[in-house]
């Protein structure tokens, strides 16, 4: 028999709480209702969008997904595919009579098509490997795309002597790798990701590159088909400088490849213009900050020459695409949490389309979204907002209209938490600093209420006006949530991000403090009820704090970083955090290390803190968690450690998690209100 721990059963209790709670408001179990849009591909007359489902499923605590498409004026609804696994990376051929996309439907990712006049859809790769970045040719005969190829194992020991029939236990594992392991993915096999070719009617893949380098990203084909553009890092040095990749490009007949970037810094997302004259891309400069400004560049293939086309724009582009035209670009940026779409022509000023790209985020309310344009200009684009998930929707001669409401049914009985934009200035040095407070259902300004400070992770990224369910759940238990961008956030420019370059954590958390103190001067807060909680860069930002003040009533610290030393030398990423997050290695910088962790300040903690991390996480291993947790059992403070089983660093990638993880806080923060 199975025994629960009293933690367990406390948790279970709460979320028979939530089970138990009036059906107007959110509970937990609604998490399996939520669906959300993206991966969007519209046609080139716009008359009809395909786009990715996403949608929770109950049985196998998995997001499934399948492809459907919505006509962009009747606005009608037509699955493409349909079955409970995950369909994914639609892209229409050039002649937009087939659809090609990747399934697990057989059990293992494999690449699709979908002939859109008769409905047949054939499985066309019998890969060994998940694909990715599927790619038509031009003429529509081939699909490009990246895949993973596996190299021998270098075990240098073979014992000797085993009977036949013998037990002996698993082989020693040798590695001597310097990315030996990645978050999500465990501990890693040897090989490359390499580009290949596939026939579109099905067939064998042809391999296309080759090296001890890794190849994929973005892929754009030449006008006409006979080269291949692409990122990778083939330096000798890819290893220890992991973001200096190049574009490049391929010759499909004769396999030969041309270097065309060159410079310290990461080139990517090669795009081909329609007329074949130019070839888009998005890098910087690397100067070994936290953070630097993505700009878009423009080559002339025919000159060689190239221009940066959003040098004065202070803020990163993410998502690029040509207009048919070939005059200009549509981009995407985060500016102030929310995701901007604007047209930039090759020369001049680049005019917004819109502030409000829905956030595909699911969890908390991160900042994000997608779009594709037609060949009139027409947009099709995500759109959500703090009450709705992402929808589709599509923006012609400057009017919207949305094409999907997915989450009607699940949410439009229920009474959400409305959410207000602030801003306040930091008490530091009276910068400005964004933020947004959820109101909990049926919220009266002349009552109390309980404050949970929600902090993102990053540290360098940006949360935003979107629907997240943590937030809303939380709301709905009755609290007050406030979630801000402090200084070293993005979607401000590059010198409010900098701000924390080597001095992370500093004065974010002043930027903090400043708006739980705006929210308790309006007068609706209960002071012996505030709460803290963050996950990764806030989880570390959290163990701050409580080794900062004693003001918070309780902390749940997720998934943190509480030891710089420690964290550097067993992360997946290692090589970027010590040249990117430090002055140095930490032995050559230890008080700098340690002066930046939170451990530093462990004997100032009298705050109530629970820990939570997943037992994969390999971006900020559980071992950091480990090290708060018998460290704040040393000094006698009341501690708890919640380990979420299997999850990597996201935790609720699993629907379940998800809940799991609100109900702990929530768990928590109840157990130590007065």
Sequence with gaps: MKFL????????????????????????????????????DITNKGDKVYFVRNRMDIKSDRKVSNIWSVDSNSKQLQPLTSGVHVDYSPVLSPDETRLAFISTRDGSSQIYVKWLNTGAVAKISNLTQS??????????KYIAFSQFVPAPAANPISLPGKPTGANWAEPAKYIDDVYYRADGAGYTKKGFRHLFAINANGGNANQLTSGNFDHGGTLSFSQDGKNLYFSANRHADYLLKPTNSELYSLNIETLAITQLTDRLGPDSQPQVSPNGRYLAYTGYDDKKTNYENTHLYIHNLKTGETDNITENLDRSVEKIKWAKDSKGLYVAYDSEGQTTLAYQPRKGKAKVLSKGLGSVAFGRPYSGGDFDISDKGDVAFTIANTQRPADVAFLKRGKVQHLTRLNEDALGNKTLANVEEIWVKSSYDDLPIQGWVAYPPGFDKSKKYPLILEIHGGPVANYGPHFSPEVQLFAAKGNVVLYMNPRGSDSYGKSFAQTIHHNYPSNDFD?????????IAKGFIDESKLFVTGGSGGGVLTAWIVGHTDRFAAAVVAKPVINWISFVLTADYYPFFADYWFPGKPWDHIEHYMKRSPISYIGNVTTPTMLLTGEADYRTPISETEQFYQALKLQGVETAMVRIPDASHGITSRPSNLMAKVAYIQWWFDKHTD
């Design 131 to 140: 694909p990715g970045n599927i790619t038509w040719s031009p003429n529509g």
């Design 511 to 519: 930027d903090l403090m400043t708006g739980v103190d705006a929210l």
């Design 5 to 40: 721990t009293p933690l367990a059963l406390l948790a279970s209790a709460s979320f028979y709480a939530y089970a138990t709670e009036p059906s107007n408001v959110l509970q937990l179990e609604n998490v399996f209702d939520l669906e959300y849009a993206n991966q969007l």
